[in-house]
């Protein structure tokens, strides 16, 4: 239903759509996230309560309870029912680490160019070319921009700064590492 209505509203022109995941059931609330996720131009967004209708002792005893038992909102239930599932692979983590040196870089001010980053890549045992080329250099700056910046560029995590001859993360970019492979 969700993709049907966002898909709906997108069929009719541009558009801006913000779906709020903090609404309704816990199954409404993963279904709109993932239905966010699956097309562009749509926002999820969460509003947490800063007031709650039920204030007193009282209210939350007449509300929350049943023969001076807790029983909070539901009293019975239905039948459990396993919910529809769907795949979504994690990025690759090579690419989600590497690009983490790039922004660690980026960060510290540090040049991001390619004979900078290789060896940090390979460090890091991220680097997966046979480093027996007799112009090793060359051929790590071409590896690198093949193996990793045409990736992040095709997948929307970086932009190149033309000003500053360099590769940034976008803020999907800057999502991603924030998300994937934190511990690795």
């Not at 993709?3 to 409404?28: K, Y």
């Not at 097309?39 to 009282?58: A, G, L, M, W």
């Not at 001076?68 to 979504?88: A, C, D, F, H, Q």
């Not at 045992?125 to 193996?147: E, L, M, P």
Request: hydrophobic residues 35%.
């Amino acid at each position: 239903s969700l993709l049907s209505i966002i898909e709906g509203e997108q069929a009719e022109g541009p558009c801006d759509i913000f779906v709020n995941i903090s609404a309704g059931s816990p199954e409404f609330s993963a279904a709109a996230t993932i239905a966010s996720m699956m097309s562009e131009d749509v926002t999820p967004f969460s509003v947490n309560s800063k007031e709650y209708s039920v204030r007193t002792e009282e209210d939350i005893r007449r509300a929350y309870y049943i023969d001076g038992r807790p029983v909070g909102l539901t009293v019975s239930t239905y039948e459990p029912r396993v919910m529809p599932k769907y795949t979504i692979d994690k990025p690759p983590e090579h690419l989600v680490r590497g690009l983490r040196v790039l922004h660690d870089l980026n960060t510290n001010r540090s040049r991001s160019k390619s004979s900078n980053i290789v060896p940090i890549l390979k460090g890091c045992g991220i680097w997966f070319r046979d480093d027996t080329a007799s112009d090793r250099k060359q051929s790590d700056a071409v590896n690198y921009h093949r193996d990793f910046v045409s990736k992040w560029l095709e997948r929307g995590w970086v932009v190149k700064d033309d000003l500053r001859k360099r590769y940034v993360l976008t803020d999907e970019g800057i999502n991603v590492i924030s998300t994937f492979y934190k511990d690795v």
